[in-house]
């Protein structure tokens, strides 16, 4: 006989940190397009998120929202960029210093998404810093 | 919600510290935009001006550079502001073509000369050459073409300059480098009393003489089109233009004293 209750938290676990590994190997993959990142993200957040506890729907929003979050100043880095390479446009210190600055925030959430994965997959309840609150905002604290 | 709030607000503020922070070192620091500030720019090239005519027959005639010498000069003369110091170097060459390297070194290859009807047409090679410096075209179109690696590694000194070297020698500038270059050799033809006119026949002629010769190598360097023919032949010369003769000896003499090859 299995034990259902160990089964189901160990199920959530491996639902709340795929969600962290699915933006990690998307990275990896070499699709660095802030738009594709971000609807690989959507298509496991829409496939997951029916029929989830608590805990993994809160790591499916924090990742998910996280995303949206660097996708904005993606999208600007990715313009600039090829602005830059295909019409010609100006390097700027400007530009430059944004494209670095974003380039950090990505490795930052790369960081982030790792220690995430391996702390939610432990069953650890692993906020980020603003987008853990937000979310708890957002569907509420589990009581 | 106050905690989210404050939350938000140290974030966008930690990002935006980290962005004044690396904007205030100031990478690229030239006005231009470059990657590279001009200072830094004149030290590459003359490490990659060094390579070159290392390897190349530079003529060192009196006589002929004594002639090309006069032409250069008015034709810097004929810049509006200039960046650099210009060195133009005269190389014995069947080669068709002049070449911009960076930091204002100009190659100038023999071919060009003897191609070239009158000493306007050279000129108006030059004026489009020395565009293309003063729009420092050069550097940005080598770290499109092949990468910043291979710039700062030769201007470390880790790299392989003679690669770089050779890349430049092949390097080519986009429409709107090209035509902005034009532009430029419009305005300066016409401070020095030139007109466009001989800048539109020797490109008109060289499209004539379009053949897969590999003298050609100014047809593949600098891409000839209609538009840029006709854009010469459309510039309007200012109210105040007096055109010029630029050099009083005959040009087919000048030519005469190029070695051959």
Known sequence: MTDDKYFYIEREREDASGVYLMSLMVAMAGLPLPIINLFAMLIYFASTIKKATYFVKFHLYQALISQVFIAVFNSFAAGFIIDIIFFDGTLTNLKLSYIITVGLLNLVELIGNVIAAVQVRKGVFYKFFFFGEFVQLLIGKNE | MNKVIIQFAILMAVIAVVFIGIYSIGIIQDEDGALFSIQQEKKLGKLIADEILTEADVIEDETINAY?????????????????????????????????????????????????????????????????SENRDVLSSIVKNFGIALLVSAATGNGNVGELAQSILSNTFNRKQEANADEFAFKVLARIGVRTKHFASFFKRLERNNRMDENMEIMYTHPVNKKRIEAANKFKVPKNFKEKKLLQTDWDTVKAELPKY
Do not use: M, R
């Open chain 2, 68 to 132: 090309c010498d006069s032409i250069n000069k008015i034709v810097i003369a004929g810049l509006d502001t200039q960046k650099f110091e210009y060195k133009i170097f005269l190389v014995n060459s069947p080669q068709i073509n002049a070449i911009s390297l960076p930091g204002g070194n100009i190659i100038v290859y023999t071919g060009l000369l003897e191609f070239a009807k009158t000493p306007e047409e050279y000129a108006s090679v030059l004026a489009h050459e020395l565009g293309h």
